[in-house]
């Protein structure tokens, strides 16, 4: 490859990945500022290349999402158990998962539209 060749791939590579980190940016604030809490329950994890695949499955607004992404915080054990989700009202299949915060016995769904904040009480 030639020297302009070279520089032509750096330069369109350099713009994508640019491109990537904006659009992800992007969407995390959409989701900070449309965000909506809801309840998702792990129907399958398996192993992944880089982590383990989850199957999550959850209700808004009357329609059921199912999603499938890869992590390093959800073991094998994870199976059934429900962990509280920020989905975006807009694309209600972005998520972001909230590892750390317990769904409580007694919550057994999510509202019709979610709730604003967790409806649990953070230590």
Do not use: C
Request: glycine share 8%; net charge positive.
């Amino acid at each position: 490859m030639s020297k302009r060749g070279k520089s032509v791939f750096y330069s369109v590579l350099i713009l994508i990945i640019v491109g990537l980190i904006i659009k992800n940016i992007y969407e995390a604030n959409r989701l900070n500022k449309n965000g909506v809490y809801v309840i998702g329950k792990i129907e399958n994890v398996k192993g992944a290349s880089r982590g383990r695949g989850v199957n999550i499955v959850y209700m808004y607004k009357g329609s059921l999402f199912r999603n499938y992404f890869v992590t390093d915080q959800i073991h094998m054990s994870d199976k059934g158990r429900r962990f509280f989700l920020e989905i975006d009202t807009i694309k209600p299949q972005k998520f972001s998962i909230q590892y750390n915060v317990p769904v409580p016995d007694s919550l057994l769904e999510s509202p019709y539209n979610g709730w604003d904040t967790l409806p649990v009480a953070l230590y």
